[in-house]
């Protein structure tokens, strides 16, 4: 994914945001996937926070590479977390995946990612 694109996922990630939706507790945005660890806040569903993130970054990313078509695979992959889990170490898990993936030698060197803990 194109540093641009990396850039409105992480736009479209804080729109929920702000929108009231969803606070964000830790993300990754990967070459073909993204890792959300988010807490809801509003009234909506997680399916419906998901696929309106996933909406507003598609159309910004085909708008600015006047591609046209489906950017995002149908669907999610979803896991909810217990309160005894700790959040910080989901998070420290979620944050390391560039480095996981040699796409990095250390998890700063990658600028597509965020947790409030850090």
């Not at 807490?39 to 910004?60: D, E, Y």
């Not at 046209?68 to 998070?91: I, S």
């Not at 979620?94 to 803990?117: F, Q």
Request: glycine share 6%; hydrophobic share 45%.
């Amino acid at each position: 994914m194109a540093f641009q694109h990396a850039r409105i996922v992480v736009q479209s990630v804080r729109r929920e945001d702000l929108a009231g939706n969803t606070k964000t507790l830790a993300f990754v945005v990967m070459p073909d996937h993204i890792h959300w660890l988010l807490q809801l806040t509003g009234g909506r569903s997680l399916s419906v926070c998901v696929n309106t993130m996933k909406s507003f970054a598609a159309r910004a990313i085909n708008k600015s590479s006047g591609r046209h078509g489906r950017l995002w695979q149908k669907g999610f992959f979803d896991r909810a977390m217990r309160r005894d889990e700790d959040l910080a170490a989901v998070a420290r898990y979620i944050v390391a995946n560039p480095l996981r993936a040699g796409i990095v030698g250390s998890v700063w060197e990658y600028p597509h990612w965020d947790a409030i803990w850090l």
